[in-house]
């Protein structure tokens, strides 16, 4: 089949509103507040030659929810660009749409567009952009204040150990379960909505290049200092075995990525009610640290001594 056959059979039935078949999509009654995100994934980069496309599809609209759900707003929809080698299956299609398809159901999303082209050198590059709305202000990363105390959801590091698992650097009986929070994150959409929508959170990110990186970019932007517990950091059951076992893989846990947690600060007087929402939506948040005065990130060991770190996360572009 061509492309366009390819386009007809597994793309267009993504789309139960008919927004896609024309050359651009239209989107009426933006009354609220527009916001978009775009994630772009690259075969060897960000994932590997024989992953799964099921699971690639999956993970490709995820990451982009993500954000969406750091912004504290509802995400609407998306448009998906599509770089394939040209011996591309059809079973990768049908693979790759089913996964769609699932995840458009699960999070309530829609395809609205998009394209796809010949890619020569055997790589897929696959780039999403997400559409949001939301009738309340968004959250920022430029809006938190010293005194804020710093939360995360979730549990860190269990994606950063599943691509260690990934390429046999590390063994384990819980393999499977760190592979799949590599492959699966799952984006704390309902959780951003209600920071946002009950003004707990003052300003918020979502943990994609590393715990201390990301909470980093909250601290350049809004001009403050933090100061993280190792301690109080949250992890799996099956992370601290690990750890436990190769205690210098605590740089990786707090720097390797990939979590896809929300990492936020909010003043102390709503720390009652951000425990309360942990019980009450089901999603573990934890207090690691706080912010202050300054223009540093200030990591204590659990005797409360200063650590210095190798690296801070993940970056493009570095030697």
């Known amino acids: 089949m061509n492309e366009f056959n390819y386009i007809k059979k597994y793309i267009y039935p993504l789309d139960y509103n008919s927004l896609i078949g024309n050359d651009a999509a239209q989107i009426t009654n933006l009354q609220d507040k527009l916001i978009i995100t775009k994630d772009i994934l690259v075969e060897k980069v960000h994932f590997f030659s024989n992953h799964n496309p099921k699971l690639l599809a999956k993970k490709s609209l995820r990451v982009n929810l993500s954000d969406i759900a750091s912004m504290g707003v509802k995400p ?6 599509l770089i394939l080698p040209s011996n591309i299956t059809e079973q990768w299609w049908k693979k790759f749409t089913s996964g769609l398809k699932e995840d458009n159901q699960q999070f ?6 998009g394209d796809t082209t010949q890619n020569n ?15 309340h202000s968004s959250l ?15 549990n860190i590091g269990d994606a950063a150990l599943g691509l260690l698992t990934y390429h046999n650097i590390i063994k384990s009986q819980n393999c499977h379960y760190f592979k799949n929070k590599y492959d699966l994150p799952n984006p704390r959409l309902d959780l951003g909505l209600y ?17 201390i990186q990301d909470i980093e970019h909250i601290c350049q932007s809004s001009h403050v200092e933090a100061n993280i517990y190792i301690n109080k950091i949250p992890l799996s059951k099956e992370a601290k075995i690990i750890l436990n076992n190769n205690p210098q893989l605590l740089e990786t846990i707090l720097t390797g990525g990939d979590d896809y947690e929300l990492a936020f600060t909010s003043h102390p007087k709503n720390d009652i009610k951000i425990k309360d929402l942990s019980s009450k939506i089901g999603i573990k948040i934890t207090q690691i640290g706080y912010l202050s005065n300054g223009c540093n990130i200030n990591i204590y060991d659990h005797n409360n001594q200063k650590i210095t770190l190798k690296k801070k996360g993940f970056q493009h572009f570095s030697n």
């Not at 050198?121 to 009738?135: H, K, V």
Request: with cysteine; glycine share 12%.
């Open 140 to 154: 920022e990363r430029s809006k938190a204040t010293a005194g804020d105390y710093i939360y995360i959801s979730g």
């Open 76 to 81: 609407y929809g998306y448009l998906l660009g």
């Open 121 to 135: 050198n055997n790589s897929i590059i696959i780039s999403i952009t997400i559409l949001g709305f939301t009738n």
């Open 195 to 211: 920071i946002n929508n009950n003004n707990i959170a003052s300003s918020c990110i979502d943990i994609s290049d590393g715990l």
């Open 108 to 113: 309530n999303i829609k395809l609205i567009g």
